[in-house]
């Protein structure tokens, strides 16, 4: 691991899109992930709630460990794993309220595995719309389909990511979805082992998104 200094105001603004207004027209700004920002990823994850938490990443993580850094920052290349933060601007510095990353499968170069998180009190604000909006356009090169986890009690993803594609979801068990997003106009493509009487309840997001459900199971790779 190599040390760098914590980015300026000056550098988030030059890394950072122009301005969205958020549904309760705060300015937000997105930009990058930097090398830099390893100690405030730490204490951003350090206030969310316990839900939050787990959520995040299907279990109980109390604190972002130095080795779970190292992948959550060190592995960042802007070329295979992409991560992007919101900030909006509290007097006259930027502050951290959601990161999102979108990190391709290295057995399946053309599907990629996304996660983003908000913090609590910035929930309800379109934030996370937003960021995985932002998070498949600017996706690895060549990206084609979005496959990731969800937990089945936190739904809310869910039409998040039916807003992007295609969708369909799967029972992994345990209280996990496994969740398949077809981009741009591409066709799902995984075939679900079990009949349709062991499907789970589910609904498209968007008008013109459809979306199909059954078991399966897939690995993680944003954890």
Known sequence: ????????FAERLSNASEADALRD????????????DREMLAEGYLELSEES????FLTAIPELTPPLLDRLVDQ???IDHVALVVFVEVGAALHPVAIGRIVRYSEMPDTA???FTVKDAWHGKGIATLLARRLCENAPEGIT???TEVAAENPAPLAILGKLGVMQVHSAGDGVL?????LSG??????PPHKVSDSIPCSPSTPGKSCTCATSSVRNCCA
């Open 186 to 191: 591409e066709h799902l493509r995984l075939t």
């Open 76 to 78: 960042v290349d802007g």
């Open 113 to 115: 595995d996304i996660a």
């Open 53 to 56: 938490k787990r959520r995040r």
């Open 178 to 182: 496994d969740v398949e997003v077809a």
């Open 1 to 8: 691991m190599t040390a760098h200094p914590a980015p300026t």
């Open 25 to 36: 027209r705060t300015l937000a700004w997105i930009g990058p992930l930097l090398p830099g």
């Open 145 to 147: 389909h979005v496959l």
